[in-house]
């Protein structure tokens, strides 16, 4: 698993896997309480189009980052600055903040600014992260994304 992946799975959850398709099957279709029910060559009868997920699934809602690490902070008991500092955000969640993950998760996400371990490349590589979560599925700030 990438860097990133694994910091969206430390926010999104499980939540991080809606709407990709990926290992998702979709749910039998029962019939509603008092209904005929539903004979097999009915059944088979169906358009396959109204089997597949993306058809029936509902919209995943955004979830909203700030809130999730808001929370994280204030349950982590100590000052923390994840809003613009990638090594807090990487502690925050629990995960490795050393220059070598910060130089791969830099390569993961195309990010070349300044040298490396720099303040530039620090904030550089936080935007980009936020970028990232909100193009997955995330509800960021405009003022994370900046």
């Known amino acids: 698993m990438s860097?990133?992946?694994t910091i969206k799975h430390a926010i999104f959850g499980d939540k991080g896997v809606l709407g990709t398709g990926i290992g998702a099957s979709p749910a039998p279709t029962q019939p509603a309480p008092g209904a005929a029910p539903t004979h097999p060559q009915t059944r088979a009868?169906?358009?396959?189009?109204?089997q597949a997920p993306s058809a029936s699934?509902?919209?995943?809602?955004?979830?909203?980052?700030?809130a999730i690490?808001?929370?994280k902070a204030a349950a982590y008991g100590k000052p923390n600055n994840w809003q613009t500092s990638i090594v807090d955000l990487l502690t925050l969640l629990g995960l490795d903040s050393s220059l070598t993950a910060r130089k791969e998760?830099?390569?993961?996400?195309?990010?070349h600014a300044g040298a490396d371990g720099s303040a530039e490349q620090n904030i550089a590589l936080h935007k980009a992260v936020m970028k990232q979560l909100?193009?997955?599925?995330?509800?960021?700030?405009?003022?994370?994304l900046d």
């Open 57 to 66: 699934a509902p919209a995943a809602q955004p979830v909203d980052v700030e």
């Open 45 to 50: 009868a169906e358009p396959t189009s109204q």
């Open 3 to 5: 860097i990133f992946d």
């Open 134 to 144: 909100a193009a997955n599925g995330g509800h960021v700030p405009a003022s994370m």
């Open 105 to 111: 998760l830099g390569q993961e996400l195309g990010v």
């Open 69 to 71: 690490l808001t929370q």
